[in-house]
């Protein structure tokens, strides 16, 4: 597989913030996702969830089902529990095609939630990571023995979110579990895009493409603002519009072969989600093209 292009639905309609995009039918979503040239489309809380149904919609637009992202609550439940409450979703994935799952644990997380700020966010003691590492290991070989890879997303807000954090949970988990590569989450926490790429190559199996506006994202760092209160204040956007080192990324994912999907959780009605997704789509094409 080469390097594809695809969109998250999170551009016209937010996952965690309903009320952004609320008015935009999905289909509205997959005709202008497609308008713009993307072939495949992540799965969002619009999407219907029956096979059938959901392979109808997509092929209406002629876009694949890339992938979908599943919480996770390992902290609190053990793997046997946590593949028995996967069961619908993976079972959904692989009935369309998908071969990649986009996971995060959520225990006790803060970014869906707009009071809250991200100092509040989990963290673990030292002495808790291995055995958090060993739960996801065990989930993404049952997954992978079903032909789904599991990708890890580190998320603003989560117990994965920081440098730290990552390179701890690489550590601690076993090859089955690869790293999904968000580079707007990544710079938003502090850490270096390209030094994660660089150093985790070999296990990046999916990537999330966005960039961070880097006003806005000093200010919610310095006034310990909301995850979503920074959204709304405009600090993702796509690649080429804020102050990520896209070229250097894709320079260390010159091997890389899988999906690149653009992100930017924006607010629609100040950020026109067809011309933020054209914009967004030309500069992939021009990174992924210069890939060497």
Known sequence: MSVRLGANPIIWSNDDMRELGADTPLETCLAQARQVGFEGMELGHKFPREPRELAQILGRFG???V???YSAELLTRDAHAELARLRP??????AVGSTVLVFADVSGAVHSDQRRPLSERPRLGAGDWRDFG???TQVAAATAAEGVRLAYHHHMGTVVQSEADIDTLMDVCGAEVGLLLDTGHATFAGADPVSLARRYASRIWHVHAKDVRAAVCARARSEN???LRAVVAGVFTVPGDGSVAFERVFHELRNYSGWVILEAEQDPRTADPLSYAALGYR????LVAEMK
């Open 67 to 69: 992938s979908g992202w």
């Open 283 to 286: 500069n992939l094409r021009r």
């Open 225 to 227: 603002w909301s995850f």
């Open 134 to 136: 060993r739960r996801i």
């Open 63 to 65: 876009l694949a089902c």
């Open 89 to 94: 979703h993976l079972d959904l994935l692989k």
